[in-house]
């Protein structure tokens, strides 16, 4: 055999698989040229790419740090005890894992620890601008257990503790969460932990969406009030798709136990090589200063949108999130983020607090700071996003007015080059 036969064949992505790469090249230039508003989205740095993408995705290492069931792990423990420091310096938790595949494992994982099916267990309802794991119905956590939903109070759509401590009184159950997936005020921790303590439940905090709001100190923490706080790590906090749970010293059996190996088998090496560096990148002066300005802008954009008679739920923002009730405006939710999608503005269409419309069709739209936020972007261009906005919900069949915002927007992020992007 010659030598170039004995060389494996291993070409790029752009000649093994043109199609993915074409795929991801053109995800790469949406990215880039519309203005993206998803609330849970964001850009993951160049880094955090990086390590994310890399050969630690080959090995496996079920168990954790020193006790595990395959040999080879000199490298992986170190690793996965870098993303493990690095998050209780952030956060100051006692104890830290991070093998949850994502959010919604990491609140699993949770019930798993501490909950028998059929528990009783009261979350933020979906509507109210809770999340699919903390109950609802067509969730495992709503089959699984006999879940209790509280709500936000009709006449300022806050949270209503009084109906919390009311369905806590009368259904005693396991766990509470606190925790939120398009609720735009500071959440109350220290008063859930005054229910949850009055029943002798759990408090679970879920920040998810929040986590780095809370590490940029822009939102107060539950780490030391809450029993165990749960988050993704690619929201606001900036990391790769992945999941972290972190406890009082206490719980810190139960909850490995649960993630390992009671949900999970072997963890996603490369994804906690990229939280590794997320959590580096977070504690940092820059990432404060993004914090403060993903809420900053946050508001200004609220303003904006205020200034152009929207009706936003609670009449404002405290976090990295406004939901806005365009049926005021003469429009449903739905057409309202189709057109700003042509338009280059992409969000999505939410329920409102007791919303009047379904599910499938509701009358607001939810609008996330965090990506705008991570490219650079400050209050001058959130002043000009509510104007854009307010322009194509006005004129949401109008291929000029939508082509013009269109040319606008595209104009705007040519100064704004997002982090990560492009990939070489
Ligand atoms: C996004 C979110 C989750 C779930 O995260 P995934 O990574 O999508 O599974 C859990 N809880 C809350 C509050 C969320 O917003």
Not at 261 to 268: K, R, S, V
Request: hydrophobic residues 40%; glycine residues 8%; proline residues 6%.
């Amino acid at each position: 055999m010659s030598k170039e036969q004995t060389i494996l064949h291993d070409p790029h992505l752009s000649e093994r698989d043109p199609e993915i790469f074409s795929l991801i090249k053109e995800e790469e230039k949406r990215e880039t040229d519309k203005i993206r508003l998803i609330a849970s989205e964001n850009y993951a740095s160049r880094a955090v790419l990086e390590a994310t993408g890399s050969i630690l995705t080959n090995k496996y290492s079920e168990g954790y740090a020193d006790k595990r069931y395959y040999e080879g792990q000199q490298v992986i423990d170190q690793v996965e005890n870098l993303a493990i420091n690095r998050m209780k310096a952030l956060f100051g938790a006692e104890h830290v894992n991070v093998q949850p595949y994502s959010g919604s494992p990491a609140n699993l994982a949770v019930y798993l620890a501490f909950c028998d099916p059929g528990d009783p267990i009261l979350g933020l309802s979906l509507p109210a601008g809770g999340h699919l794991t903390h109950g609802w119905k067509v969730s495992i956590s709503g089959k699984y257990f006999n879940s209790v939903g509280y709500g936000v109070r009709k006449d300022d759509h806050r949270i209503d503790f009084d109906e919390v401590a009311r369905l806590a009184k009368e259904h005693r159950p396991k766990l509470i969460w606190a925790g939120t997936s398009a609720y735009p005020r500071t959440l109350d921790f220290a008063k859930f932990r005054e229910i949850a303590d009055d029943v002798g439940a759990l408090l679970i905090a879920d920040i998810a969406h929040i986590s780095g709001l809370v590490a940029g100190g822009q939102h107060p923490s539950p780490v030391g009030i809450a029993d165990v706080v749960t988050s993704t790590t690619h929201k606001t906090l900036r990391g790769p798709r992945g999941g972290v749970i972190m406890c009082k010293e206490e719980h810190a059996k139960a909850i490995d136990r649960a993630v390992f190996p009671g949900l999970q088998g072997g963890p996603h090496n490369h994804v906690t090589a990229g939280i590794a560096v997320a959590a580096k990148e977070a504690n940092t002066p820059e990432f404060k200063a993004y914090a403060k300005d993903v809420v900053d802008n946050a508001q200004a954009l609220a303003e904006s949108l205020l200034g152009h008679g929207f009706s936003l739920v609670t009449g404002g923002t405290d976090n990295h999130l406004i939901v806005a009730d365009v049926t005021a405006k003469g429009i449903a939710g739905k057409v309202a983020a189709q057109a700003l999608d042509r338009a280059g503005i992409v969000c999505n269409y939410n329920s409102i607090p007791f919303d009047p419309r379904k599910p499938f069709d509701p009358s607001g739209i939810r609008i996330g700071t965090s990506s705008f936020t991570s490219r650079g972007m400050k209050a001058a261009e959130a002043k000009l996003l509510g104007d854009w906005i307010n322009e194509v919900v006005a004129a949401p069949e109008d291929d000029k007015v939508i082509e013009k915002v269109a040319r606008e927007v595209k104009e705007c992020c040519d100064s704004f080059p997002p982090p990560g992007i492009p990939v070489d």
